[in-house]
C-alpha cells in the first residue's frame, strides 16, 4: 500500500475515535425534581437561558439527563443514586423534597439547589454566605411570604372565620411551616384548619373536609406535588366556591383566585448560571447562595368575580398581572 493510501485509511481510522472521545468528553447535568415535567417548560427555558449565558447550550456542548418522581417523593432516593451512579458532573436539584435527597446522595458531586424554604434549616448549607461543601444554590421567597399571602388572603375574604391551610405532609419543613402561619392567623382573630394530603384522593378528601368544618378560605401551601396537582386542586375550589390563594401564577392561569410567590422562572435562570460556573471551574463553596427578591402578585379577576368578591383597588392596583 502506498504511504499515501495507508494515511488516508489511518485518518478514516482515527475520526470515529476522535468523535467519540468528543461524545465523553461532554459534561452531562443530572436534573433532579419531585414532581412531573408538565407546566415546567417556562421554568426550564429560564434554566438554559442561564446555562447560555455561561456558554452551554443544550445538545452541543452539554447533555441535561432529566430525573422526575412524578410526586412521589419516595422515588427520589432511586432516582438520585441512579445519577450519582452516572458520575454526572452537576446535579441540578429543583423542589425542596429533591434538595435534601440530593444532599444524601453525595458528597463530591456539585449540587445546584432551588428551594422555596430556608436552606440553612433544611441543612443543606452551612450559610447563605459560605455554603461549604458540594452544594449551593438559589433561594425564592415562597415560605417567607406566606404570612403576606395569608394577610392578602384575610382581607379579600374578611367573613371567613376559618381559614384552612392545604399542607404535604411529605415535604421537609411542613410542621414549622404550618405553625408560622397558624400563630398568624390566630393573630388576625382567625380560627385555623390544617389539611394534609401526598395523593390525588387525599387532595379530595382535604376539600370535602374543608367544606364540613365550614372554612371560608384556604391557603395552598408552596409544594411541587401540589403545583404537579394544580388543575385537581383549581377545579375543587371552583366547585367548592372556597376563595383559595396560591404560591405561583400558574395557579391563577387556570382559574385560581389569586397567586402571591417569589418568580420561579428568575430562581430557575440563576441556577441555569450557577450550573455553569460549576462546569467552568467554580467550586459550590465558593458561590454564596443567592436569594432572589421577586415577586409576583397575580390576580384573577373572573374568578373573583365568580365568587362575588370585591377586590380592594389598592390590592388591584399592586398586581403584577390581572387575568380578566
Known sequence: ???????????????????????????????????????????????HSGLNETGYVQDRNIEVEYRWAEGHYERLPALAADLVHRKVAVIVATSTPANVIAKAATTEIPIVFTTSSDPVELGLVASLSRPGGNVTGVATLNV????????ILHELVPSAIMIAFLVNPNRPGVEAQSASLE???????????????????EIDMAFAKLA????????????AFFFSRRG?????????SVPAVFDRREFAELGGLMSYGGSVT?????????????????????????QSTKVELVINLKTA?????????????????VIE
Not at 500500500?1 to 495507508?6: A, F, G, K, T
Not at 385537581?232 to 367548592?240: F, S
Request: charged share 20%; hydrophobic share 45%.
Open 183 to 201: 400563630k398568624a392567623a390566630h393573630s388576625m382573630g382567625r380560627q385555623t384548619i390544617v389539611l394534609s394530603a401526598a395523593s390525588e384522593s
Open 212 to 223: 364540613n368544618q365550614g372554612a371560608g378560605a384556604l391557603l395552598v401551601h408552596t409544594d
Open 1 to 47: 500500500m502506498r504511504r499515501r493510501d495507508l494515511l488516508g485509511v489511518l485518518i478514516t481510522m482515527a475520526v470515529p475515535l476522535v468523535a467519540r472521545a468528543q461524545q465523553v468528553a461532554k459534561p452531562v447535568i443530572g436534573f433532579l425534581n419531585g414532581t412531573s415535567p408538565e407546566g415546567y417548560r417556562r421554568f426550564l427555558s429560564a434554566f
Open 305 to 321: 368575580k365568580a365568587l362575588s368578591l370585591t377586590l380592594p383597588p389598592m390590592l388591584l392596583a399592586s398586581a403584577d398581572e
Open 144 to 151: 417567607e411570604v406566606d404570612s403576606k399571602r395569608l394577610q
Open 232 to 240: 385537581q386542586i383549581v377545579e375543587l375550589a371552583k366547585r367548592y
Open 266 to 290: 428568575d430562581v430557575y435562570y440563576r441556577a441555569g448560571v450557577y450550573t455553569g460556573r460549576i462546569l467552568n471551574g467554580a467550586k459550590p463553596a465558593d458561590l454564596p447562595v443567592q
